[in-house]
């Protein structure tokens, strides 16, 4: 672990103490930033969280006094390694978040830079005007890191790039002074150029340096092809070079053309004016054109790029086929045929679905014509979001290759003229093949820009020197075809040494002049762009080092072990979008907007503290433990992570495995053992349910276990399921027609507490034809799971699976009503149980049911009509239970109560809920759960008319709606039970 250099701590405990935002150095913090979505490691000296332009001034006096450095940094997903660095990382995602003044009429609007560009889009939809610019990192990249990279998108061939939008920025120099950029008339560059200081001395050098005819013939030459509009190789002074002060005919100049895309080298950002275009036709649909090559698909694109479409991009078959396996993608796989090696996704949109349709269809028309392709779905408005989802996901998807050897980002960002584009890619894949290599193709195939990437193993010396050696040989390609080496992804550290081959050495000359006239001190994120260290070095890895491997209880082998769970995670950031973005991933993170609660920082603490790790138990770091704290193991990231990463299981297995060093805390048994308690209690559960809500035992307990003191505990039925299923079971009616049998799960919160709903479910079914089953088995373990009591999660495991493993097929399901507890069996189960059930843990998942689920599928299957329930109307709010919505669906709650002809059901568009087990009683947690609460379900639940329902399968779901909103929400089943007639 590099530590912060002694003599420097006295310093940066007295600048930490003299700005309003924050300043931290310690070894997590550090841990957190070292790295971004590249393949780059380097730890910074401390983490800066500026609240203000003085802060920001600050920042810089401290860095040219001390001789450091600032790196500024957004979202964090950069793919070159621009956010990595050794001196003071700039974080302006937390508190320079405003939308600070908008202008209809003239359509711009200026915002800080850790506005997210969708947050923003969001604000502007109402008003008929869109930030146009769009990455498949939109729900988080933000505009300051989409100014620093110059940021295209998917539809940049109708609306171009970032740079295209920027009107004005506001930045403060090196000198500590503010200067704000903008477009210039002759007059007014001159007179900037009269100006003292260094505002006025970036004016003189540039008219100088591009005055100069030998300068511009360089420039001209050797720049890439004009009708490349993806460029972003060094600085833009190609794009200078076409103002008016240089050329008659040019354009107004604006420096801000220089400074997008330079990636925070020259002057740090606090203020965007964007320029905004309007709307675009409200209906969408896209072709899916199937290829059985890649070379046909190039082709398709120069066919496609005749017709008006706003988007053509393409999938190659090696991420098709990471979408398989993929738990959230996999269901956006509706729209393919057979096995294509290549999927070109067109878009097109209209005024109406007809008018897009016809757009499409000419263009089906002509590549069957030209012979392309061989299957053309036309992806309808309502499935589009879903199908440009699938595409989004790639890059992040490609890290789910199994093993070390991963697809790295190097060459990722290549463009070249469209109409060379299908001759490049057959002169790459040869190269590639010279090299073993299987490329992958992801690309911008309209904007002749493909994201191909190698599959190596970084962590093999011959594979680093491999990355080196193939992103140069790409390099000299990419030169040939005159084409760009960084079309939007930037240069950083890893394409910026191939610069003088891209443009010449008297131009990259010309940049180094730039960036230290601007930046004489080298204080602005140094070694990117101009004078950086060979790409293959500050790598996350070393040569030839070995993974540690850990014993651990859960079985991680489908990985290769735990710590390569953690390094699945490629840094994408999917697990920074905010709450409107939808999902449930990272509840921690969206209320509390620090790194450190996100699946990614999550991630690489675990990798780094276990990578470097030399204690006798790997695990025993407090600083993983405070990482991990905030985790609800909501199991979002098992599904929305297009890694997959799994926290919820590494939170459990580190909880074991620290709780060995440390010894488990009084609270944690208490919360593992909830099922043996609430037997207890359930004896003489009058005088229990009083000593729960007792003021003065309540309090007790609930001070003694470290209960938040606000919770109300639930309260123990006065029959619990199992004792009343055998007394009652047989009297209730028997139908006339059994459908089916099934085995009801009595899971350990639906048999003590809610009793009601458990008997509700019961008659349920059995009105509906159902012949219900229970017999003995054992707790699900979702508590001993959720504060890491393995060997008793794993006995309950065990011995379920022996129990039903005989009793449960596909004609025959097991049945649960709490979605914890009975989807443990889908997901935790085959990876906890002994060796010898493993195989019989797998086949009973699939046989496992979720009540929704179940209900829902007959529904489909034509066994549960509507005409058995009411036509009244009814109006239905519906929140998910996480687990639910990563393992199962919420399609089949939503079907199961649209059943009744007239309820409409709405689903409250909230991700976790807060509550999340025992989190949200916890005291230290109390706050943070309800805040969670408060962002999208409390709201909607507040807001809901007195006669709507409000629906929640989860036990604490609804005892967080409970104590939340002071509302009841109901079990579906319920409802259902209600609207029988």
Same mark, same amino acid.
């Given at each position: ?21 924050? @300043? ?43 001789? =450091? ?7 964090? /997903? ?16 937390? !508190? ?24 923003? &889009?969001?604000?502007?939809?109402? !008003? ?30 109708? #609306?171009?790039? /970032? ?7 506001? =930045? ?161 796989? #509706? ?28 263009? $089906? ?75 992958? !193709? ?38 040939? #075809? ?67 491997? +850990? ?38 993170? +969206? ?102 809500? &007792? ?32 007394? &009652? ?12 049998? $099934? ?41 001993? @799971? ?100 990563? @393992?199962?669906?919420?399609?089949? =709650? ?37 805040? $969670? ?25 609804? !005892? ?22």
């Amino acid at each position: 672990m590099t530590l912060t250099k002694p003599n420097l701590l006295p310093a940066l405990e007295k600048l930490k103490q003299t700005l309003a935002g924050e @300043l931290k150095f310690d070894s997590l913090t550090k841990t957190l930033y070292a790295t971004d979505a590249s393949v780059y490691r380097e730890v910074p000296l401390a983490v800066a969280f500026p609240k203000t332009d003085e802060d920001i001034m600050q920042l810089i006096s401290f860095a040219k006094s001390h001789k =450091t450095s600032l790196i500024p940094r957004t979202a964090g /997903t950069s793919l070159a390694g621009q956010c990595v660095g050794n001196g003071i990382v700039v974080d302006v995602s937390k !508190h320079f978040t405003s939308i600070l003044e908008f202008n209809k009429e003239e359509k711009w609007v200026r915002v800080q830079p850790g506005v997210v560009r969708d947050e923003l &889009n969001r604000f502007l939809k109402p !008003h008929g005007l869109f930030f146009s610019p769009i990455t498949s990192t939109a729900n988080r990249a933000m505009i300051g890191g989409m100014v620093g990279n110059n940021s295209s998108g998917t539809t940049s061939i109708v #609306y171009g790039t /970032t740079r295209d939008k920027v009107m004005e920025l506001k =930045t403060i120099l090196a000198d500590g002074n503010t200067a704000v950029f903008g477009g210039l008339s002759k007059k007014e560059f001159e007179e900037k150029c009269m100006l003292e200081g260094l505002e006025g001395e970036v004016y003189r050098q540039v008219k100088l340096e591009l005055s100069d005819p030998t300068a511009q013939k360089n420039i001209e030459e050797n720049f890439p092809k004009k009708s490349i509009h993806r460029r972003n190789t060094g600085y833009a002074v190609d794009a200078l070079l076409d103002t008016e002060i240089f050329k008659e005919d040019g354009l107004p100049f604006n420096f801000c053309q220089l400074l997008t895309g330079s990636e925070g080298t020259l002057a740090f950002t606090t203020e965007i004016k964007i320029s905004l275009d309007p709307l675009p036709d409200p209906i969408e649909v896209v072709v899916a054109a199937h290829f059985e090559s890649i070379n046909q698909s190039m082709l398709a694109a120069q066919v496609a790029m005749k017709h008006p479409a706003t988007a053509v991009e393409l999938m190659d078959k090696i991420i098709l086929d990471c979408t398989k396996e993929s738990i959230e993608y996999s269901k956006n796989r #509706y729209f393919v045929e057979g096995d294509p090696m290549a999927l070109l996704m067109v878009e097109f949109t209209g005024k109406t679905e007809a008018e897009a349709r016809s757009k499409a269809e000419k263009l $089906i028309q002509d590549l069957q014509q030209a012979g392309l392709g061989y299957a053309y779905p036309v992806i309808g408005p309502d499935l589009v979001r879903s199908a440009w989802a699938l595409r989004s996901a790639g890059l992040g998807l490609l890290a789910n290759i199994p093993g070390d050897r991963k697809a790295v980002a190097c060459i990722e960002d290549t463009a070249v003229d469209i109409e060379d584009l299908a001759s490049y890619i057959d002169e790459f894949d040869k190269m590639m093949e010279a090299y073993g290599q299987e490329p992958v !193709h992801y690309a911008h195939a309209g904007a002749g820009e493909i994201h191909l990437r190698p599959i190596l193993d970084l962590k093999k010396k011959e594979d680093q020197e491999a990355f080196y050696n193939i992103s140069l040989d790409v390099a000299k390609l990419v030169k040939k #075809y005159n084409g760009s080496l960084s079309g939007e992804h930037g240069d950083g550290r890893v394409r910026a040494p191939f610069i003088p081959l891209m443009v010449g050495e008297e131009n990259y000359q010309l940049f180094r002049r730039i960036k230290y006239t601007w930046d004489p001190d080298n204080i602005f994120n140094p070694g990117k762009i101009v004078d950086t260290a060979p790409m293959n070095t500050f790598l996350r890895y070393e040569a030839d080092m070995q993974t540690p491997e +850990q014993e651990t209880l859960i079985d991680f082998g489908h990985v290769g072990g735990f710590l390569r769970m953690a390094e699945k995670c490629n840094g994408s950031g999917d697990c920074r979008k905010l709450p409107a973005s939808g999902g449930t991933m990272c509840p921690s993170y +969206q209320a509390t907007r620090n790194e450190r609660d996100t699946t990614r920082g999550r991630a690489n603490t675990l990798r780094e503290f276990l990578t470097l790790d030399k204690k006798p138990n790997p695990f025993d770091h407090p600083e993983i433990k405070e990482a991990l704290d905030l985790c609800l193991s909501c199991k979002g990231c098992t599904s929305e992570c297009p890694s997959n990463v799994d926290m919820a299981s590494m939170k459990a297995e580190f909880l074991y495995q620290y709780q060995k060093q440390h010894g488990i805390p009084l609270r944690s048994k208490a919360f593992a053992h909830i099922n043996d308690l609430n037997g207890l209690a359930g004896i003489f559960p009058g005088l229990s349910n009083f000593a729960l809500s &007792n003021g003065l035992t309540g309090g007790l307990m609930k001070s003694i276990l470290g209960v938040a003191p606000k919770r109300q505990l639930p309260s123990i039925q006065k029959v619990n399921l199992r004792t009343w299923y055998k007394k &009652n079971y047989a009297q209730l009616p028997v139908p006339k027609k059994i459908i089916k049998t $099934i085995y009801l799960f009595v899971d350990e919160f639906t048999n003590f507490n809610d009793t009601e709903i458990g008997i509700t479910a019961i008659k349920l079914l059995r009105k509906l034809g159902y012949e219900i089953k229970v017999v003995d088995h054992q707790e699900s373990g979702r508590s001993a @799971l959720s504060k890491g009591l393995l060997e008793k999660a794993k006995k309950h495991a065990d011995a379920n699976v022996k129990v039903f493993k005989e009793l449960i097929d596909g004609n025959t399901p097991l049945v649960g009503i709490e979605p914890s507890a009975i989807l443990g069996f889908r997901d935790e189960y085959p990876k906890l149980v002994s060796k010898e059930l493993v195989e019989d843990a797998k086949k009973l998942k699939f046989h496992t049911l979720l009540i929704d689920e179940f209900i829902g599928r007959e529904i489909v299957a034509g066994n549960i009509p509507a005409h058995l329930f009411t036509k009244e109307k009814k109006k239905i709010k519906l929140h998910g239970h996480c687990h639910q919505k990563a @393992l199962s669906s919420l399609s089949w =709650t939503q079907k199961m109560l649209s059943l009744p002809e007239n309820y409409e059901v709405e689903t409250i568009p909230s991700g976790c809920c807060g509550m999340a087990g025992s989190f949200g009683y916890e005291k230290e947690h109390y706050e943070l759960s309800m805040q $969670i609460g408060e962002m999208v379900l409390f709201p909607a639940v507040r807001d809901a008319a007195l006669d709507t329902l409000i629906a929640a399968p989860g036990t604490s779901c609804r !005892h967080q709606i409970a104590d939340g909103t002071g509302k009841k929400a109901k079990h579906p089943v319920e409802i259902l039970w209600e609207a029988v007639l």
